[in-house]
């Protein structure tokens, strides 16, 4: 997935060069958070952190939807709108994502420790749970995109209470967290900051960097490439992001995921580029009962690029499940 491509490169960059270089200085230009809030943004204070989150939808049932890495909640936005009529929606801009807060000291100022740090991945999972607790949400239908699909896995194995079905889109399961050598490199001050040279270049690439997405990158709206550009002009967007990519680690579900009881659609892109169709494949072995439909001629977001035919789907899965109650 792109996490790990993103590591791959910056493992190369650091030990190309392994001469001295000095700390980088924050980048000119950025700003809060907050100045880029739409007139339906809401902000939830969670641990202290400003988390950007949109609730759409008159239904009872409540659909969380979980985007993936690099991306924002916006990538459900035509999905959402499709499914307003029926639903409750949730979407929310994971940390170092869009535009919640980026927090890069804790609370004293001081740099973060392995129990402080609001990156690392089980507090990435226990923010979820504090968000349905935050929405009254007793109980969700879990919507995730690649790794955002590896988050709502983790949470029905961890709170299987708060998770009554589970709907995927290329899912990210089988990878996560960086490379051995990556992690003993990640521990030195040279690694960090070559990292945050490169993850700085994602500002002056060219769309192409979000379009890999797409099977047809022409056919990406130009209005989600703004929304996926516009988080590169919040304040700590890198450091936010660098600090995000090297706290990952293997959540260890793999092992676990025969454990999963619920009812689970897997929608996956025939030329995913980024996750491959064979890893939902294996995915539907591992859990018999989890049923996956591939789109032909459709990549990495098919929320994005076939949202119409999602919803569709989504729709009557969760209809189906209403009829077996």
């Not at 690649?146 to 709502?152: E, M, Q």
Request: aromatic fraction near 10%; proline fraction near 5%.
């Amino acid at each position: 997935m792109r996490l790990r491509y993103v590591l791959a490169v910056l493992l190369t960059a650091a030990v190309g060069t392994m001469s001295g270089c000095a700390s980088l200085p924050d980048l000119e230009g950025m700003q809060s958070h907050r100045e880029f809030a739409q007139e339906d943004s809401r902000f939830a204070v969670i641990d202290g952190i400003e988390i950007h989150y949109k609730e759409y939808g008159g239904g009872e049932e409540a659909l969380v939807m979980l985007h993936g890495f690099l991306s924002n909640l916006h990538t459900w936005d035509y999905v959402g709108e499709e499914l307003q009529d029926s639903y409750k929606v949730y979407v929310y801009d994971r940390l170092a994502f869009g535009i919640t807060e980026r927090p890069v000291t804790d609370r004293d100022g001081k740099s973060f420790t392995r129990d402080t740090n609001p990156y690392a991945s089980d507090r990435v999972l226990q923010r979820l749970v504090q968000l349905l607790d935050y929405w009254d949400v007793e109980s969700a239908v879990l919507v995730g995109n690649s790794a955002g699909a590896n988050l709502a896995v983790q949470a029905a194995l961890a709170y299987p209470e708060r998770v009554s079905a589970l709907v995927l889109t290329a899912p990210a399961v089988y990878r996560s967290g960086p490379p051995g050598i990556a992690r003993l490199l990640i521990r030195t001050g040279l690694f960090n900051r070559f990292a945050l040279r490169y993850i700085r270049s994602f500002q002056d690439q060219d769309d192409s960097i979000f379009e890999s997405s797409w099977h047809y990158p022409e056919l990406m709206p130009d209005e989600l490439k703004a929304w996926y550009r516009q988080p590169l002009g919040v304040e700590n967007w890198d450091r936010a992001l660098w600090e995000y990519t090297r706290m990952n680690r293997d959540p260890g579900i793999v092992k676990r995921l025969g454990e999963l009881e619920l009812p689970i659609l897997i929608i996956h892109g025939s030329e995913d580029q980024v996750v491959s169709v064979d890893q939902s494949r294996r995915l539907v072995q591992d859990i018999p009962h989890a049923r996956l439909i591939i789109f032909e001629e459709t990549g990495h977001a098919p929320q994005e690029e076939r949202p119409a035919e999602t919803a569709k789907l989504m729709r009557e899965f969760l209809q189906e499940l209403r009829s077996a109650e």
